[in-house]
């Protein structure tokens, strides 16, 4: 029964709820960390690809700052020889579950390849699921019948499968990226994973101390959607109306977790609605009215205006700092007053991020131009058009 109630609350759990949550109280108990979570990133201007090992590093110095319950990483540009196929990743729980997904699948998709994710085997990381992934591409048929366009289409398959598939979890769906996450710290979660024989030109990291919800492998961070990828540091205090304007609109909320709905609101203003990164970061933080007020340039202050009236319940409120990944750049993003921190720094073609100065220097020793970025002023990096 109580396995029975994990699976309804979140989607998708390997223990049992009052397991997960003892442990959770025990290793919680121990310290509290009001600013806690670590984030990090890096990315090639010219696409240059680099292993993992070096965002796996950044890690390191911020272990502090998680507890064990959580850790992930997303790299863009790791699947080059399937770069134009969705490369869905999934936990399964056991075999029967697999079969089923796989047969869902195969109604809906060309599967190209299909194979385990290669893991090791280290004792800090435990009671792993069964780690998956296939490399599709949506049948032209299906399509049609739904007459839906592919990524929307994906997104639906990746809804219907996380709700009304138990024992089966969608918490990657991207093309040529990746998402690799579980329950452990950072650094440990990356070696698990081989993530040194990885190459990409971008990468982001989430070391995680929830203060909300269990930790368990499908609520470590990164969230993911298509290309979308979110990590975060904070706690959202308008969970509750983000999830409820966002859910109007097919999206469905299982993670008992806030950055969730982050990622799917990116998702939806920018691919649903057509707004630019810059634009979608002017509704998630958006400026005081006080602000826009002062805003000199006519045509400006009624671009902000509109986007918090047509948008007001987009706007996240609370403490964070959010590092977006997308295809070909990333995005980086303080709350309105800057309650977490973080940190960048650039060296030639690359651009480093991370919630503390240690992080980058670990990453590059000579990195220059270091600043904290404004509450609410987004930082956008892109990488040169064709390099990807």
């Known amino acids: 029964m109580q396995r029975q109630v994990c699976m309804e609350m979140g989607a998708f759990c390997f223990h049992t709820f009052s397991e997960r949550t003892e442990t959770d109280m025990k290793v919680e108990g121990q310290v509290r960390i009001p600013s806690g979570c670590a984030i990090a990133a890096v990315i090639s201007r010219e696409g240059n690809r680099m292993t993992g090992e070096r965002i796996i590093n950044a890690m390191k110095p911020m272990h502090e700052r998680s507890n064990g319950l959580g850790g992930g990483f997303a790299g863009y540009g790791i699947y080059p020889e399937y770069k134009d196929f969705y490369a869905l990743h999934l936990f399964f729980n056991e075999r029967a579950a697999r079969k089923n997904c796989e047969t869902f699948l195969k109604e809906r998709f060309e ?112 969230f993911t959607l298509l290309d979308y990828s979110i990590v975060h540091n904070g706690e959202i205090s308008s969970y509750d109306a983000n999830r409820r304007f966002i859910e109007m609109f097919g999206y469905t909320c299982t993670l008992q977790t806030d950055t969730e709905v982050i990622t799917y609101i990116m998702d939806y203003l920018t691919r ?50 959010i590092v977006l990944g997308f295809r070909g750049g990333l995005m980086a993003l303080n709350d309105r007053l800057k309650l977490r921190s973080m940190v960048v720094g650039e060296k030639d073609d690359m651009v480093f991020i991370a919630s503390e100065e240690t992080a980058i220097r670990t990453m590059e020793p000579a990195a220059e131009n270091i600043s904290a970025p404004a509450g609410g002023e987004p930082v956008i990096i892109r990488v040169k058009d064709g390099a990807f």
């Open 111 to 222: 599967i190209v390849q299909t194979e385990i994710i290669p893991t090791r085997k280290i004792t800090s990381i435990t009671d792993e699921p069964i780690i998956w992934r296939y490399f599709v591409a949506p049948l032209k048929s299906a399509l049609i019948s739904q007459q839906l366009d592919e990524k929307e289409f994906v997104v639906r398959t990746v809804m219907k499968i996380n709700t009304e598939m138990p024992g089966s979890y969608v918490f990657s769906s991207g093309k040529n990226m990746g998402t690799f996450k579980a329950v452990g710290f950072p650094e440990d979660v990356g070696v698990f994973y081989k993530l040194d024989e990885y190459e990409g030109y971008s990468w982001t990291a989430h070391g995680r101390y929830p203060t909300n919800t269990p930790g368990w492998w499908g609520g470590a961070h990164p």
């Open 272 to 321: 649903a609605q057509g707004l630019t990164l810059e634009e979608a970061a002017n509704v998630i933080a958006a400026p005081f009215w006080s602000t826009i007020e002062t805003k000199k340039d006519e045509t400006e202050r009624k671009k902000y205006a509109y986007l918090r009236t047509a948008f007001s319940s987009l706007l996240v409120t609370g403490p964070f700092s």
